[in-house]
């Protein structure tokens, strides 16, 4: 199983390298961002100790796909996509907050509001719903956006504000922005036959002071899909929703004992559980986008993402080097 989990490029220009959870990205002479999406499969805020064949390359895509299918409502950073695994944008200083949108009670909105909360991020639930019920409006429940390590945190608006972390003028594009961009990705999942359930957006600031989308969007790892048919029939039944997102991973390891707290170990992933991951991770990538997925060639992943970043990097010499 050939996957790529970590990298150590020095490409020409280059000024400094972030780690994330999954993406890693490399700053190119203050002007250029070169993100490449690692298979590294996070859960929990804690990465799991293998990679997921195909995971980077099906999650770029995905991305890269939406960000083209929105960018006439909201601006992004993205540029070029050079190598399957590999984003190319502009620099842009990201906001240390996530913009997390619901449009359903699933998820982390569920298991708070399992437990008696009916306010999440200072937005009041609604009495009387059942796991996987639709608000009546969507909902945003905004996220501390976490260095290596941490775990990302709920945050209201108001505190957001209070604490300058977003100026108010900023605040009020960030999230027209995401009822925007959740809007448009409810229309694009309907024509799959799906629902998007709940996403989260991230945004960053040009050079030039421009408020643009970044990072990953519409992805089963920062969104969750439910299918349309049967949808009605399971919320009567109380029946657990057929689902396409990462929570499949996060019930796996639940299941298993593990929620990310301390103390807790990770489960054994077993090469077959591996693999049954990727043929998910493929089949959330063949629904989502409507288009059969094509396996890139990873008999040298590391090699093939160089050779195509420094042939895009090449083509822009005259302007970054």
């Known amino acids: 199983m050939n996957t790529i989990t970590d990298t150590n ?41 293998k990679g997921i064949p195909f995971k980077g390359q099906i999650l770029n895509q995905i991305a890269t796909q939406m960000m083209k299918a929105t960018e006439d409502l909201v ?37 708070e509001y399992a437990i008696g909360k009916r306010i999440l991020c200072g937005v009041a639930m609604p009495e009387g719903m059942k796991e996987n019920d639709k608000f009546p409006e969507p909902i945003i429940t905004p996220s501390t956006k976490a260095d290596n390590g941490a775990h990302d945190e709920d945050i209201s608006r108001e505190e957001i504000l209070s604490k300058g972390i977003v100026s108010q003028e900023d605040y009020s594009v960030l999230e027209d922005y995401t009822r925007k961009l959740f809007q448009r990705g409810t229309e694009i999942a309907a024509a799959q036959g799906l629902i998007l359930v709940d996403t989260k957006y991230e945004f960053g600031k040009t050079k030039d002071g421009k408020i643009v989308l970044i990072d990953e969007i519409h992805t089963p790892d920062s969104s969750r899909y439910f299918y349309t048919e049967g949808y009605d029939e399971r919320q009567e039944q ?38 049954s991951v990727s043929d998910r991770y493929i089949e959330l990538y063949e629904n989502i986008t409507g288009t059969t997925f094509v396996k890139a060639d990873v008999s040298s992943i590391q090699d093939r993402i160089e050779k195509n970043v420094l042939a895009y990097l090449s083509q822009k010499n005259d302007k970054i080097i």
């Open 9 to 49: 490029y020095s490409f020409p220009g280059q000024k400094s390298v972030y780690k994330g959870k999954v993406r890693e990205v490399y700053t190119i002479n203050d002007e250029l961002l070169v993100m490449i999406a690692t298979d590294r499969l996070s859960a929990f805020d804690v990465v799991m100790p």
């Open 75 to 111: 601006p992004n950073w993205l540029l070029a996509t050079p190598d399957p695994n590999v984003a190319v944008g502009h620099l842009c200083g990201p906001f240390k907050v996530e913009m997390v949108i619901r449009g359903y009670l699933s998820g982390h909105a569920a298991r």
């Open 238 to 275: 109380g029946k657990t929703q057929k689902q396409l997102s990462k929570e499949f991973v996060r019930q796996w390891l639940i299941t298993n004992g593990f929620q990310g707290k301390e103390g807790q170990q990770i489960p054994e992933m077993t090469d077959e559980y591996i693999q």
